[in-house]
């Protein structure tokens, strides 16, 4: 029984230390972060940036490299940026080549401005928790003069600077891909394309879902077809959801995926959407609606409205769907973990386990293996891996 949610979309939160209210200033949709009024000892406000700094340092034109690879002309008649103090820039400086000669070390090996750009952005961790995109001015010691986007001027200790990615990474479908794996810069990411309806992020082999509580158009029988074709290739739980199925009928090894999150966090509406494709792929007898039609029964029993979620599970779940040798649903096993569920533990007539099989199973089809779904708070995930 899916409730709609009372609550609106969450804002990324660091694990540790981003308050609930955090928003990215840098994010292209987020709202504009208000500097804190308070700013800590090891962070000085200078002035804003658009009526220069103390000592002459200014904005270097970051826009005009937006890309790293920026065009040829631009490289050309701008020269290397030299937006620091350019000690170590020092290569620009040298002898005057042919134009030609010129024109093909800029095409092949010129990342001057890439450089100096990954350089100049950063993130800054605000006083009050929040991360916020900043410009480095110039450096001094282990100083830093940056901008924030609000045009205002911190003077930082340049070790609390965490480096930025180069815009071109923005959105990467795979978090491995960025250069710099810090923690700003995965939360931006997450949150570019959460604004933009991609909910799913590859982190490696993990694929990362935010739930977007809303109605997202990222599923249904289209979106099957693509992916069971693979002419759709994007993160997505249907891809792993088949990768498993695959590996399944090739290795002949039982596949589980490990579902976790916080409460609300949509770890059951995710292993309804897994379960629905594996019907597509492996239904055919029947016993894939029966199965599918168990999660009403088992959240009539088990769940229960919360402060994070109108319709909480009150136990995990170990949801095992088994395939016969030709590929096809022939049964499911469903357990509950009561036990570390309050609610499960008051409720003693619950019963722990829900067999769903067809009659065909008896007869025709010989069980090959299992897709076991492990749906979990993190919480219990922990205590059961602490376990075994
Ligand atoms: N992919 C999705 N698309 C749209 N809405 C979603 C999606 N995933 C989750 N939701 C919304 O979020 C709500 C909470 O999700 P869900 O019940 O799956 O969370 P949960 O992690 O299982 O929570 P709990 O641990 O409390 O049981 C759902 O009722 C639904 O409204």
Known sequence: ???????GPPSFQSIKSLPGDFRFAGSPVSDRMVLSDTISEDVELLSDASQGTANGGGNVGLDSYESPYCSLDMLDKDGPS????????????????????????????DTTPFASK???????????????????????????????????????????LVPANPDILDGVDDLMQLSYLNEPSVLYNLQYRYNRDMIYTKAGPVLVAINPFKKVSLYGNDFVEAYKRKSLDSPHVYAITDTAMREMIRDEVNQSIIISG???????????????????????????????????????????????????SRFGKLIEIHFSETGKISGAKIQTLVQLRSFALRHKRF??????????????????????????????????LEKN
């Open 1 to 7: 029984m899916s409730g709609n949610k009372a609550k």
């Open 82 to 109: 030299l937006g620091d103090e350019g000690d170590d820039l020092k290569a620009a400086d040298t002898p005057k080549q042919s134009s030609k000669q010129l024109h093909i070390d800029s095409k092949w090996s």
């Open 118 to 160: 990954k350089k100049l952005q950063s993130w800054f961790q605000l006083p009050d928790g929040n991360w916020e995109l900043g410009t480095t001015l110039r450096t001094f010691g282990n100083e830093s003069l940056i901008s924030l986007a609000d045009e205002k001027v911190l003077r930082v200790n340049s070790e609390t």
């Open 262 to 312: 916080e409460s609300g966090a949509g770890k059951t509406e995710t292993a309804k959407i897994a379960m629905q494709y594996l019907a597509a792929l492996g239904g055919g007898s029947g016993i894939e609606k029966e199965i599918l039609k168990t999660n009403p029964i088992l959240e009539a029993f088990g769940n229960a409205k919360t402060l994070r979620n109108d319709n909480s």
């Open 351 to 384: 019963r722990q386990g829900v067999l769903v099989n067809s009659p065909e199973l008896f007869n025709v089809q010989r069980e090959k293996g299992h897709i076991i779904f492990f749906i979990s708070s993190v919480l219990e995930l922990q205590q059961s």
